[in-house]
């Protein structure tokens, strides 16, 4: 017979801290997540002109127009639109950070660096979290990574992609919690621009699955990481002849560990972020 004071199940939301959840509240999100298979492959788009972009604002903000005509004209002509969903920032450098392992020119050496990395994270993990949760999803990363290094070049972009999204949101999760672990256990760096307890901060617009991600979270990320992230924003208030500082923010970490690789490239609009590609 069921206990009648027993506290109903608590309903898991976009807005439900990842750092509060159970093991049994974990396995709910996860079974939820892939109950939904019809959404994975809309996450992250074919590679498409950025062309087509630039037309989207011919009719608006021509200073918009001017930052694409430079990006193109110096090799960015191409890129991945990302599914408007609230974590097209945690997907778009998660996806990127993978890429870059497989296009690296040592790969098994590449992948052990970055997974090196990852486990120096581990106790600072824990320590934020007081238990080991975020294991729950990084084995998804580490699996990912394997995969990398088991099939390397013959593993193309695509077949990355493909086994990438069955786990997006399990990398993403992951992510997020390597930024607010980072704000957490080294709040120093962040404290005078976050402006409210650091914990409800974290919870609130770093955990949160659909909270998107502001420049704290960006420098946390990077700095838990150590990798580089290139930012080129579309701001409709660039005037006159526009120039590289006023399209890229770059965010490079002084312990910088991939500083032989290009850095990740998004592409920012308000509100929303897109994987940006380089000159080949």
């Known amino acids: 017979m069921s206990d009648p004071a027993a506290p109903?199940?608590?309903?898991?939301?976009?807005?439900?801290?990842?750092?509060?959840?159970?093991?049994?509240?974990i396995?709910?999100?996860?079974?939820?997540m892939l109950q939904e298979p019809s959404?994975?492959?809309?996450?992250i788009a074919e590679i498409t002109?950025?062309?087509?972009?630039?037309?989207?604002y011919l009719d608006g903000a021509q200073s918009v127009v001017r930052q694409i005509d430079w990006l193109h004209a110096h090799g960015f002509s191409k890129f991945r639109?990302?599914?408007?969903?609230?974590?097209?920032?945690?997907?778009?450098?998660?996806?990127?950070?993978?890429?870059?392992?497989l296009h690296s020119d040592d790969i098994p050496a590449t992948v052990e660096r970055?997974?090196?990395?990852?486990?120096?994270?581990?106790?600072?993990?824990?320590?934020?979290?007081?238990?080991?949760?975020?294991?729950?999803?990084?084995?998804?990363?580490?699996?990912?990574?394997?995969?990398?290094?088991?099939?390397?070049?013959?593993?193309?972009t695509e077949d990355l992609l493909e086994n990438f999204l069955q786990a997006s949101d399990h990398v993403s999760y992951y992510f997020r919690l390597v930024a607010s672990a980072e704000i957490r256990t080294n709040p120093e760096p962040y404290r005078d621009f976050i402006g409210a307890d650091i914990v409800e901060f974290c919870q609130s617009q770093v955990e949160a699955v659909q909270s998107e991600a502001d420049h704290i979270a960006m420098m946390a990320l990077c700095n838990g990481l150590r990798i580089r992230l290139k930012l080129a924003t579309l701001?409709?208030?660039?005037?006159?002849?526009?120039?590289?500082?006023?399209?890229?923010?770059?965010?490079?970490?002084?312990?910088?560990?991939?500083?032989?690789?290009?850095p990740i490239l998004l592409l920012f609009r308000p509100g929303h972020y897109d994987i940006l590609l380089g000159p080949s």
Request: net charge negative.
């Open 39 to 43: 959404t994975r492959t809309k996450l």
């Open 81 to 101: 639109r990302t599914a408007r969903d609230g974590n097209c920032f945690w997907r778009s450098v998660a996806f990127s950070y993978l890429d870059r392992l």
């Open 27 to 32: 396995a709910q999100l996860t079974e939820k």
């Open 235 to 262: 701001s409709s208030h660039v005037q006159g002849e526009v120039q590289e500082s006023d399209v890229f923010t770059i965010i490079s970490p002084a312990d910088a560990m991939d500083k032989d690789l290009p």
């Open 49 to 56: 002109s950025l062309s087509t972009l630039r037309e989207e």
């Open 8 to 25: 109903p199940p608590r309903e898991i939301t976009e807005d439900t801290p990842l750092s509060s959840l159970s093991e049994a509240e």
């Open 114 to 156: 970055f997974r090196s990395v990852l486990h120096s994270k581990e106790a600072g993990l824990t320590l934020a979290f007081n238990d080991d949760i975020h294991k729950e999803f990084s084995e998804h990363l580490f699996a990912l990574m394997q995969t990398i290094q088991d099939f390397g070049a013959a593993l193309t």
